[in-house]
């Protein structure tokens, strides 16, 4: 059975993954014994990141990127052929909230900042597209591969304060969907698409809502608290489990679902 799961020399994409989320995959999967490739567009904590994981004996790999540049994303793309000949999964992780985006306790609607409600969606969007459309290729080439998007909790039930990341989240689960039935019934049933939709984890994209400058939750921590079954917030090795399913063969005729992991926050009202 163990080996259903294994997914040892897949060489693993992940964009965004100097985040929070982002170390805690590709230190698991890395581990798995699967070829990392970190793009991210913060240079430092990428080299430090893959520094540390080389030295654990890991296979990984930094590049620089933007996820919202095509260029920059091609020139990725034939950095990491040339390295490795093949790409098996891509993982969308690079996004996130914006503070200029979250809409303050004593605004309504007709305050939002539209620029930054673009710019949310952007990242979260767009910053799946252009990668996917890029990255993707190599699989579809092969007809094998499998993307892993990062949803959120946002796109199931709309959060109070954050309606341009709720929509782009929204927007990302169903491109999800979407690109199972694109890439499957144009390429073949090799490739699939998934996502996970991960509730609260206290992160930087979402620290200034979650906690007090003295490190004690704020009053929607406490709401959320309140809302979710499991009465905390999760921890990023609680995402690796569903990850490592989807990645694997374990999970080889699953593709267009988006799965919350969120300590039973989408499936309680009161
Ligand atoms: P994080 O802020 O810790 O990490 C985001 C990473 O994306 C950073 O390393 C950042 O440098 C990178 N990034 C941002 N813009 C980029 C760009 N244009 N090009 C390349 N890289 C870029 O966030 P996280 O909490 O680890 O989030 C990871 C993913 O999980 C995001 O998509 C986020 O929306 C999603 N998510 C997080 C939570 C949570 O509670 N933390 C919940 C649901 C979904």
């Known amino acids: 059975m163990s080996n259903l799961f294994s997914i040892k020399d897949r060489v693993v994409i992940i964009t965004g993954g100097c985040g929070v989320l982002g170390t805690s995959m590709a230190n698991h999967l890395a581990s798995e014994g699967a070829k990392v490739v970190i793009l991210d567009r913060n240079a430092k904590l990428g080299n430090e990141l893959v520094d540390s994981m080389i030295a654990k004996g890991y296979d990984a790999l930094f590049l620089e990127t933007d996820v919202l540049n095509k260029e920059i994303l091609e020139q990725n793309k034939l950095n990491i052929m040339q390295k490795y000949g093949r790409i098996d999964v891509l993982i969308n992780a690079a996004g996130g909230n914006m503070p200029g985006a979250t809409i303050a306790p004593d605004k309504t609607i007709f305050d939002l900042q539209i620029d930054a409600f673009k710019k949310v969606v952007d990242l979260n969007l767009f910053g799946t597209v252009l990668p996917t459309m890029v990255i993707a290729e190599p699989m ?29 989240k929204a927007a990302v689960s169903n491109f999800t969907k979407y690109m199972a039935g694109e890439l499957a019934t144009k390429f073949g049933p090799g490739l699939r698409v998934n996502a996970i939709a991960p509730g609260f984890f206290i992160t930087e994209q979402n620290r200034d809502l979650l906690l007090n400058p003295d490190g004690s939750y704020t009053d929607r921590s406490k709401t959320i608290l309140a809302h979710t ?42």
């Not at 094998?144 to 909790?153: A, D, L, Q, T, V």
């Not at 690796?240 to 926050?265: H, M, N, R, Y």
């Open 140 to 168: 579809v080439n092969s007809k094998k591969g499998c993307i892993i998007n990062i949803s959120s909790e946002s796109a199931l039930r709309p959060l109070t304060r954050v309606a341009g990341y709720g929509a782009a």
């Open 229 to 270: 079954p499991f009465n905390r917030f999760g921890e990023p090795e609680e995402l690796l489990g569903t990850l490592q399913w989807l990645v694997s063969d374990a999970s080889a005729f699953v593709t267009g679902v988006v799965i919350p992991v969120d300590g039973g926050f989408d499936a309680f009202s009161i």
